[in-house]
């Protein structure tokens, strides 16, 4: 299998002309395996897919995968639509936006789902804060990644939904080690923090946990997912079929057997696997409900995230695992 780094693989992906002409040796392989390109964030939600490539479930159905770290959803997306890659990762929230635009992308397989008795995200603040509940947080700063993602929105929902003001709530975009110290100092009264911060946090006895914002959204739903091109999905359907198979077969294994997946992921990640083994480890979906995929699209279009809501089901290419009982 062909390995590129990220700065090698957008180049080659960038130019029709150079892409043709390699994908020529590619394709004549002798093992004839039909060669993927695919995009994922570095997170602990790539497991299943590491996984997959490891255990030669990709190569049993006849593709090989090159599975390359970008660090942004908003790049991984353009470069799926653009063509540069046939496959990315990302959040569902942007997927429906993009959506929305008319954009052709669809989900391919799902990703990572989020349980409410297993929230790898929570909003803490410090151990002594005066902060007991929702309502004290009315007027508060709220460290986040990003302004208006789905954790900063979630998190004002939240707010309202258990008796204060969400929208009085000032939310600032800080890096995760720099909402740490933030938070320490009291430069912010509160964050959101994502697995392995999270641990880290707690890890240090000086913050405690104040509530899951999620939970805001649904106690259990899809939130992230894989796409792909609508075309590359109508010229490629064996291939596609193939990398659903697969995923769906390592995402069942990989949650029974998370261990033998912290190598992997700290490799990918860059993290220590010391840090891996002792975070939250994310949940794989091995398949989802239309309701898994309809509470974060409802919520999408309450708070302002998408503009017009659609019918689901259109977003979802063929073959994706919906759980039994569930149709399209």
Not at 57 to 83: C, E, N, P, Q, Y
Not at 178 to 195: C, Y
Not at 229 to 245: C, H, L, M, Q, R
Not at 308 to 316: A, C, I, P, Q
């Amino acid at each position: 299998m062909t390995k590129f780094d990220r700065g090698d693989f957008l180049k080659l992906a960038a130019s029709a002309t150079v892409t043709a002409a390699a994908g020529a040796p590619l394709a004549a392989a002798a093992d004839d395996l039909k060669q993927m390109h695919v995009l994922g964030v570095p997170t602990d939600g790539v497991k299943a897919i590491l996984y997959a490539e490891k255990a030669g479930l990709f190569r049993k159905h006849g593709i090989d995968v090159d599975i390359v770290s970008t660090g942004s959803g908003a790049a991984i997306f353009a470069a799926v639509v653009g063509g540069a890659a046939d496959a990315g990762s990302g959040s569902l929230f942007p997927v429906f936006a993009a959506y929305g635009r008319g954009l052709p992308l669809r989900m391919i397989a799902p990703a990572s789902y989020y349980s409410s008795d297993h929230a790898d995200s929570l909003l803490l603040v410090k151990k002594d804060s005066p902060l007991k509940t929702a309502r004290d947080l009315n007027g508060k700063i709220l460290g986040v990644d990003a302004i208006k993602d789905v954790y900063s929105v979630a998190t004002q929902a939240w707010v309202t939904q258990h008796g204060g003001d969400g929208n009085s709530v000032r939310p600032v975009e800080l890096k995760p080690t720099e909402q740490l110290s933030a938070l320490d100092t009291g430069r912010i009264d509160a964050a959101v923090f994502k697995t392995p911060f999270v641990t880290v946090a707690l890890d240090t006895g000086k913050f405690r946990v104040f509530g899951k914002p999620l939970d805001a959204i649904a106690p259990h739903f899809l939130l992230s997912c894989w796409v792909a091109n609508e075309d590359y999905i109508t010229k490629n359907p064996a291939i596609v079929s193939g990398f659903v198979a697969a995923m769906t077969e390592a995402a069942h294994y990989t949650n029974a057997h998370q261990a033998e997946t912290v190598d992997l992921v700290a490799s990918f990640t860059g993290q220590e696997p010391a840090q891996v083994a002792h975070a939250i480890r994310s949940i794989s979906a091995e398949s989802v409900t239309l309701a898994d995929l309809q509470a974060p699209l409802d919520f999408a279009l309450k708070y302002g995230i998408i503009t017009k809501g659609f019918d689901v089901s259109g977003l979802l290419a063929p073959g994706f695992p919906l759980a039994k009982g569930s149709r399209a």
